[in-house]
């Protein structure tokens, strides 16, 4: 599906599944979808979609995914700025930035949210519920957590150079005399 600036959107199919309601005369079947969203450059978003036919349910999904689509914070557009560790419900994730050829060390449920957004060089792993829905609901959470090294500098009030960590080199700290003249 085409946004409307025209970009082309990955869709990644997370979980399809059967779903029954028991009424009176027997079961009811239908099918729940769920979806991610994304652009490649750091917007994601993921949904779930019912309806009786399998197509019908990602078409919803897929639409919803794009309403609730976020922005998220990438070093140089391909990796994370920081590590975290994020538990949401029963979903644990830890993810890791990779050096550059790394490539995307992930599964699952968050191997689709982070193809979608966009990220290539990272290490994931989830710990401890394994759930499509828990997974998804606490990859994108913790990626909302990471702030740019511009970002934390504005929340912190002081200067990126001092949020790196960078300190003045040689060439710009002042000439010393020599000592045993």
């Known amino acids: 599906m085409a946004e409307e600036s025209g970009k082309e959107l990955i869709e990644k199919l997370v979980s399809v599944r059967r779903v029954a309601k028991v009424v009176k005369g027997g079961k009811n079947f239908s099918f729940s979808a769920l979806m991610v969203v994304g652009d490649g450059q750091g917007n994601v978003g993921y949904a779930t979609g019912k309806a009786r036919e399998v197509p019908e349910a990602i078409k919803k999904a897929t639409r919803k995914a794009q309403d609730a689509m976020v922005h998220l914070a990438l070093r140089e ?3 994370l700025h920081h590590p975290v560790k ?3 419900g029963a979903g644990r994730v830890v993810i890791l930035p990779a050096n550059p050829g ?3 060390i992930a599964g699952g449920a968050m191997r689709a949210v982070l193809e979608a957004a966009g990220v290539q060089d990272v290490v994931g792993k989830a710990v ?3 759930t499509p829905h ?3 609901r606490a990859t ?3 990626l909302q957590t990471i702030l740019s090294p511009r970002q934390m500098a504005q929340k912190r009030r002081k200067s990126v150079s001092f949020i790196l960590g960078k300190r003045p080199s040689q060439s710009d ?3 010393k005399e020599n000592e045993n003249e």
């Open 173 to 175: 700290a002042p000439k």
């Open 102 to 104: 790394t490539g995307l």
């Open 77 to 79: 557009g391909r990796t």
């Open 134 to 136: 828990s997974l998804l």
């Open 140 to 142: 994108i959470a913790a």
């Open 128 to 130: 401890g519920s394994r």
């Open 86 to 88: 994020f538990k949401l």
